[in-house]
């Protein structure tokens, strides 16, 4: 008899085991999507494997096998490769199997319940010469013929009532096909592309005659061409007949590497990101599966993308945190890349101007090959000056736009040079106090405070999404006085359009940047130069190559340094790091201001001078004195409920079960933020061996399943960020 082993979706994420069903149809195979029996419904399940037994040995199974449905796939949707890569995630992320799988496809092929249709199209095709009578009939279908099949609609538009008569004759034919992706067709542009400099000629000499089991890290300063490097491998791997796959963290802040790669490579790219549809997605996703590109350009989801072969992964900006997953499967793409790496025994390359720590030190210790560009192309870093803003306060200048700041602005309107103005601040939003009682309008759902959004007199919350009108009377004290707090991007527009009445800003946001090519079309105007200042969030610190920007100013330098998390010293640097690149990327000097309270901290001088090296080093004597990452590996556990005496209770049973051990340390239960309505404890494992670590969160999620404990338990193995 022939059994299936089937995971099945189901609510009980806990439940990570496989299922038997017998089946007798020959397409059953190990990858392929089915209908199942399960309790009293019917669910969809994803078959692991298969087995022949004979039925004698059947009768020692006391529950009765129960037949499989329907079979969805004709061909199983993830290859060998995907497969292991599937239940590797799910050992090393703690995490249910089939969510795994669900992870790695595009929306439209994972295993769950409702099914969506896969968007098909229309075609004509060529069948046979009889029947037609007239001479124009004859030769529409000489050049059918020899086209042998069109999509209908250009069918219809080009040959209209004689292709219709065809059609109806049966000369011609309509099919259904499934619907493909165009690709462009753009022909690659055949614009020279630079004589490489020394240090991109070496970068590339290295990667590709170093060990080829090692990972590189391409560490080179912002404005020393790691695009171009990226490039010219690209044209190695494709050379070679392979396939290449190049991360970037978000399409949207990054749409310069997109039109270069397609530019160069034309109509063998193909791009994958969150901002697509799911057809777009399902589309593109054919593309790679189906050979008909070479290159990926794509977010974190595109690392599961079906390759062949792969020649080259690249990771760009890898240390930016959209690496990581922060829902379960709890991954992180470079762990993927490395996994996917050894398969196709193909280089990964990590780049970076500011690497992770935890890559830098592996890099130094020679784990990784380490690849230096050390000179930026155009031969001139931006100079870059500090700004103490107690003092510049305290001599009456404006705590947002400090003196220095102001006439280096007024400055680069007169030259009619272009400007980026960062506001470094995590919330980027305002806040609205009452002036007499200081009451603050928290949102109900969650322990934050709402932000005021002027364009459409709302409070919403950035967390859950909670909208409220603007109170008229403040509900405490019942004054109607509110005061604008915190510094938002529209108080500093507001600010800069009050000092320099003719300066054109563009601004971007989250209030800015809703419609789905919004930050397309503000760069693009920025590009053009239909602005001189652009100015915005975090969002506008990465990647971006403007050569008429000379000024970059960075308002609240230090406000990352202020909160409680481990890593704020490195996202400090990184921050100031990456905004200090965008200056003075073309012929012109760039200058950076830095506006902050604590100039001294070493995060911040370092990055000022350009040195990461220093930082890396003082970071590091840092966390090796608190045993913070990379010198331990932490664990985190996140217990939530709706009743806060749960969750704590639940909490302390864990640690306490947990007891005293010498291999690692236990940190909390502690209390983060309340969201959704949802109270939420932390525990933390901080120890040096991290299968461990892995082991005993294995055991508490044993435990906390099987004794059904109330609140939900969420494991991550590799926290990034802890608040
Ligand atoms: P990075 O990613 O390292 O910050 P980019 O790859 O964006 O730097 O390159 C910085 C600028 O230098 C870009 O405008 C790019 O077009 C230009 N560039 C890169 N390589 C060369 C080269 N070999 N010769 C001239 N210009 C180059
Ligand atoms: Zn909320």
């Known amino acids: 008899m022939k059994i299936a082993h089937v995971y099945i979706e189901h609510s009980i994420k806990q439940l990570d085991c496989t299922f038997t069903y017998r089946y007798q149809e020959e397409h059953v195979q190990k990858g392929v999507r089915v209908r199942v029996p399960f309790g009293n419904q019917v669910v969809t399940g994803f078959v692991d494997h298969i087995e022949e037994i004979d039925d004698t040995s059947l009768q020692e199974v006391s529950y009765d096998i129960k037949d499989i449905y329907e079979v969805l ?68 279908l000489e050049e059918m013929a020899q086209r042998k099949s069109m999509l209908r609609k250009e069918f219809l538009q080009e040959y209209k009532s004689v292709g219709k ?43 590709q005659e170093g060990d080829k089991h090692k990972v590189s890290l391409l560490h080179g300063v912002t404005g020393s061409g790691k ?50 549809n799911d057809q777009e997605k399902y589309e593109q996703y054919q593309l790679v599966k189906h050979h008909k590109v070479s ?19 690249i990771l760009d900006e890898e240390h930016d945190h959209s690496y990581k997953q922060d829902v379960s499967p709890r991954y992180h793409c470079r762990d993927i890349a490395i996994f996917r790496g050894e398969y196709h025994q193909c280089k990964v390359v990590l780049a970076s101007a500011t690497p992770s720590l935890e890559t830098y030190a592996r890099a130094y210790k020679g784990v990784y090959q380490l690849v230096c560009m050390k000179q930026r192309i155009n031969g001139h870093f931006p100079n870059v000056h500090l700004v103490e803003m107690k003092k510049a306060m305290k001599k009456g200048e404006h705590y947002l736009l400090s003196d220095r700041l102001l006439s280096a602005i007024y400055d680069r309107l007169q030259r009619r040079e272009q400007m980026i103005l960062l506001l470094n601040r995590r919330g980027y939003t305002s806040i609205l106090r009452c002036v007499e009682c200081g009451y603050v309008t928290m949102c109900p759902q969650c322990d934050i405070a709402m932000s005021y959004h002027k364009t459409d007199n709302l409070l919403k919350c950035h967390t859950c999404g909670e909208v409220k009108q603007l109170p008229a009377h403040c509900p405490s ?8 707090l915190g ?11 009050e000092k320099f009445p003719t300066a054109r800003v563009l601004r971007m946001d989250a209030d800015t940047t809703t419609r789905k090519d919004a930050h397309e079309q503000i760069f693009k105007r920025f590009q053009q130069q239909e602005a001189d200042l652009l100015l915005g969030t975090q969002m506008i610190a990465k990647g971006l190559d403007f050569e008429k920007v000379t000024l970059v100013g960075i308002i609240n330098g230090d406000a990352l340094l202020n909160r409680s998390d481990y890593r704020c010293a490195e996202v400090t640097y990184d921050l100031l790091a990456q905004a200090c690149g965008r200056s003075g990327r073309g012929k012109y000097k760039g200058e950076v201001i830095i506006q902050a309270y604590d100039i001294s901290h070493y ?33 985190s556990m996140v217990l939530s409920h709706k009743e806060e005496s749960i969750v704590v209770e639940e909490a302390f049973q864990i640690k306490e079960k947990l007891g005293i051990h010498k291999e690692y340390r236990i940190l909390g239960p502690s209390s983060l933020l309340r969201i959704k309505n949802e109270y939420r404890y932390r525990i933390l494992l901080k120890g040096k061996q991290h299968s461990l670590l892995k082991d005993v969160v294995k055991e508490v999620y044993k435990w906390h399943y099987e004794t059904k404990q109330k609140s939900r338990l969420e494991v991550d193995l590799q926290p990034i960020i802890l608040d």
């Open 73 to 140: 796939d004709e061909e199983p949707l993830l290859n060998e490769e995907l497969f292991s890569l599937g239940h590797w995630m799910s050992e090393t992320c703690i995490a249910p199997t089939i969510r795994c799988f669900q992870t790695m496809l595009p929306s439209k092929l994972k295993p769950r319940s409702k099914r969506k249709a896969i968007l098909q199209e229309a075609w004509v095709k060529f069948v046979k010469y009889e029947g037609y009578t007239t001479k124009r009939q004859q030769e529409v």
């Open 165 to 207: 008569k065809l059609i109806a004759c049966g000369c011609l034919e309509v099919v259904m096909k499934e619907k493909e992706a165009h690709s462009s067709f753009s022909i690659p542009s055949t614009k020279e592309c630079f004589t490489l400099s020394d240090e991109q000629q070496q970068a590339i000499q290295q990667i």
């Open 487 to 497: 510094l938002g991007t529209q108080k500093l527009e507001e600010l800069i359009k």
């Open 295 to 313: 290159i990926v350009v794509g977010t974190r989801s595109a690392i599961f993308m079906p390759f062949h072969k792969l020649g080259f992964i």
């Open 603 to 635: 995060a911040i001088t370092c990055a000022a001078q350009h040195e990461y090296l220093s930082f890396f080093q003082q970071e590091m004597q840092y966390r090796h004195l608190a045993s913070y990452p990379p010198y331990t590996y932490l664990v």
């Open 227 to 276: 695009t171009e490097v990226f490039l010219q491998l690209a044209k190695i791997a494709i050379q070679q007949k392979k396939q290449v796959l190049l991360l970037v963290p978000e399409i949207s802040l990054t749409p310069q590497i997109v039109k270069r790669v397609k530019e160069r490579f034309g109509s063998l790219v193909a791009i994958y990101h969150s901002g697509l």
């Open 477 to 484: 004290c019942t004054k109607k006085k509110w005061a604008y």
